[in-house]
């Protein structure tokens, strides 16, 4: 059974780089067929897609909203998937899941992780 776990820092100032770390157990985040995802919820909103790593070649895709900022990588070594924004701003309190799937369809949600973005 698939397990996904996001880890991060709680609190980033403003301006600084957010980063999250998604873990995976019981599947290969360079195997899975849909690929992996980073999703997000702002506090009293919608969920926001954030972007997508495929697993055969590690090629991401990033909402263009965010793709200035936005850095999605991983390391099959440790069978993680990582999750960068820069110069954040208050905006970006969120809270983070990773999952598995794509196009807007997920199998898989880790449990999530609160990120505050304040000075």
């Known amino acids: 059974q698939v397990q996904l776990q996001e880890s991060g820092p709680g609190l980033v100032k403003p301006s600084q780089t957010l980063s999250v770390v998604c873990t995976v157990t019981?599947?290969?985040?360079?195997?899975?067929?849909?690929?992996w995802s980073w999703i997000r919820q702002p506090p009293g909103k919608g969920l926001e897609w954030i972007g997508h790593?495929?697993?055969?070649?590690?090629?991401?895709d990033v909402n263009p909203s965010l793709k200035s900022r936005t850095s999605i990588s991983r390391d099959t070594s440790k069978n993680q998937i990582f999750l960068q924004l820069t110069s954040v701003i208050p905006e970006d309190t969120a809270v983070y899941y990773c999952?598995?799937?794509?196009?807007?369809?997920?199998?898989?949600w880790g449990q999530g992780t609160q990120v505050t973005v304040s000075s």
């Open positions: 019981g599947d290969s985040i360079t195997t899975a067929v849909s690929g």
């Open positions: 999952a598995r799937g794509g196009d807007y369809t997920y199998d898989s």
């Open positions: 790593i495929h697993s055969s070649n590690g090629k991401t």
